[in-house]
Structure formats: C-alpha cells, structure tokens
C-alpha cells in the first residue's frame, strides 16, 4: 500500500491493467487453439482499464467488446469477466449505473448464448454465468457504497471548511466589536482626564502671565505633555475604530490612515521633544546619535520612540536624583536603542519587570529583535533594543 500511495493514479491504472493481462494470460495461453486474435483481444480488454477512472465509459465499452470475442473463440469461463467487472464497478462509481447494468446484461447474456454453442454442458455453463450475475452485482454494490462514502466525505469536508470560515469571520467581529469598545471607554475616561489637566495647567499658566511671573517650568511640561498625550491619544483611538470597522466588514483604507497618524504621532523625529520634556521635568538627560538618521519603517520608528520613552519615565520613578544617556545608532541592518542611568541599580538583585518592561519586550520581539534590560555592571540601569530594519515594511 505505502508503494500505491507513492506512484500516481495513472501508474496504478497501468499497474492494473498489467495485472489484468497477467491473470488472463494464464487462462488463454492455457487454451492451444488460442492465436494471434486471442492475444489481441487479451491485451485490448486489459489496457482498457488505463481509462478506467478518467474515461468509465470506455473503458466498459472497450473491455466488453474485447471481452466477447475472447469469449467467443476459447470460451475461456468466467475469467473473461474480470475486466468488465473492474468496467462495471468504475461506471457505476462515476454515477452510470444504468449503463453498467445494461452493458453486464448483454455481456453476460451473450457470454451464455456462446457458452451454451460450446463444449461444456448447459448446467455447467448456467451455474458459471449465474456465478458471474453474483460478482457483477458485488461489483455495483460495492462502487454504489464507494460512490456515497465520496460524497458524504466531501460534503463533510465542506461542512467543515464552511464550519472555519463561520469561526474566523466571528473571531474577526467579535475583535472588531472588542476594538470599538475599548476605544469608546478610552475616549470616555482618558480623553477627559488628560482635557482636564490640561486646561488647569493652562490656566495656571496663564495667571502666572497675568500677574508678570514667569510660569512654573513643571507647569509648562505638563501643559505639552498633556497636549501631546491628547493628539496621540486620538491617533491611537482612531486606529481602534478603524480597525474595528475594517473587522466588521468595513473598508479597511481607514485603518491604515489611522496607523500612519499614529506614527506620524509618535516616532524619532520627536526624540527631541521628549528628552526636553524629561529635563524640564527634572531628569538630566544627554542624546547621543550615530549614524546618518534616515527614515525608517513605521514600526520601527514609533518602538524605538516607545522604548526611549518608557526608559525615561523609569530612571524619572525609581531612579531619583539619576542621569540619563540616550544614544541611538543607526546600523546597515539594524537600529539601535540604548537608554543608560547612572542610578543605584544592584546587579545582584534585578527589579521584576513591570507593564513597562513586558511592553517593551513586546515590542522587540514583535520586530524579530533583542532586548536587554538590566543593571549595570559599575551602576545603574541599561535598556538596549536592537531592532532590524528588515522586519517590519
């Protein structure tokens, strides 16, 4: 069986047929008044069943004309049968059962008729074709069961391709419903929030203007923060929405506008800002870039804004007093981030990760990058995320 499987189905047909004229060719050459038509007819009946599977119809019409004469001129029993049966059964598995059964019945009705003409007796030759009746009719059962057995497969198969696709395109809904409720939320307490202190530091901004003092540098940095905050706050939920629409069956062009807001919200160009906003808010910090800054994919470029970012938000809460160093190197084939304080980290007890470290990491692996976060060896803590440039388009 394994060597079946390995071989095609022509060269099992082949095989067959070559079985076939094997088995007959016991049976005529058996016969010594058997002769060059005998031959013939032997080696039509069998090769007539190459056609067997792709070609039912020929292969019976063919095999039972070779058969009959065979049959005719040596009148060699039931074993001029064979092929015709094998005929019968891929006719009726093809769904021609009425042709089958009318193209036995002649078969076998003139097999008897020249049976009858010939040397062995009428009980002899009635018991043969009623034995032939037997295995003909075994032979329509039989590709009958096979015939319905195919058809309930394939109708399963369907069912349980359909049965897929119904659970995918619900996965998708229930995502893009998920999607929209976490954007509604968002939107219903952040957005407020950050509006909120971000009006009041304004209006402490703007009294410290009106009685001629210079507004508090603390104060400005949360009135930029929090301004920021709100534009990448919007940009983020008009991604969720997007995104849910796009998995409800809307048109997906919205998504991608909202995640190159996003982006745009969010990337390396606005290093800068970030890094003034942490010193105004009292964390000595240094950039340092290597490299020749060039543009960079979208997914890169807003991970390694993240991963400064979280890095710096870190040194600023469980570092006090520290000095960070940030230094970006722009490689051939990879980004990387680097975010050094000079704190009071001990290597020989590292900080368990919080939401900020497990994100980061999230995001690196995302990219097919590596991450380090840990003390450093003469003191304080190390970030660095090399990010290839290849992983994301």
Not at 235 to 245: F, I
Not at 258 to 287: F, H, I, M, Q, Y
Not at 289 to 317: F, H, K, M, W
Not at 331 to 354: H, N, Y
């Amino acid at each position: 069986m394994k060597f079946l499987d390995r071989v095609g189905p022509l060269a099992q047909d082949g095989l067959l047929a070559a079985a076939m004229a094997v088995l007959l060719s016991v049976f005529v050459f058996a016969e010594p008044r058997a002769g060059a038509l005998d031959l013939a007819a032997l080696l039509g009946g069998s090769l007539a069943l190459v056609a067997w599977r792709r070609a039912p119809l020929v292969a019976l019409f063919a095999g039972t004309a070779c058969m009959l004469v065979l049959a005719a001129h040596l009148q060699p029993g039931p074993a001029a049968a064979y092929p015709v049966m094998v005929a019968v059964f891929a006719t009726v598995r093809a769904g021609r059962p009425v042709i089958a059964a009318l193209t036995a019945v002649g078969f076998l009705g003139a097999g008897l008729a020249v049976n009858m003409s010939g040397a062995g007796g009428a009980a002899e030759n009635f018991q043969d074709t009623t034995l032939l009746v037997g295995w003909f009719v075994a032979s329509g059962v039989a590709a009958t069961v096979t015939r319905h057995r195919q058809a309930y497969l394939e109708e399963a198969e369907r069912r349980a391709a359909e049965a897929e696709r119904t659970r995918e395109e619900a996965a998708r809904r229930r995502a893009g419903e998920e999607r929209l409720r976490i954007a509604r939320e968002l939107h219903d307490s952040l957005t407020h929030s950050i509006s909120v202190i971000k009006v009041q530091a304004g209006v402490a901004v703007h009294l410290a203007h009106r009685r001629g003092e210079e507004a508090a540098p603390a104060l400005l940095a949360i009135q930029e923060a929090s301004g920021d905050a709100m534009r990448e706050l919007r940009a983020t939920l008009e991604v969720l929405r997007d995104s849910g629409g796009s998995a409800s069956g809307q048109d997906e062009a919205g998504a991608g506008g909202g995640a190159g807001e996003a982006a745009a919200a969010s990337g390396l160009d606005r290093l800068d800002d970030l890094v003034e906003r942490a010193r105004s808010a009292g964390l000595p910090a240094t950039v340092t870039v290597r490299g020749a800054r060039r543009e960079l994919p979208d997914e890169v470029d807003r991970a390694a804004y993240r991963i400064v970012q979280e890095a710096l938000t870190n040194v600023s809460r469980h570092a006090g007093g520290a000095a960070a160093a940030v230094r970006i190197d722009y490689g051939d084939g990879e980004l990387v981030v680097q975010v050094d304080d000079d704190g009071k980290a001990d290597p020989d007890a590292p900080p368990v990760p919080g939401t900020g470290l497990l994100g980061m990491r999230e995001r690196v692996a995302a990219l097919g990058g590596r991450l380090r976060a840990e003390p450093r060896p003469e003191g304080g803590f190390r970030v660095r995320a090399e990010l290839p440039l290849g992983a994301a388009s």
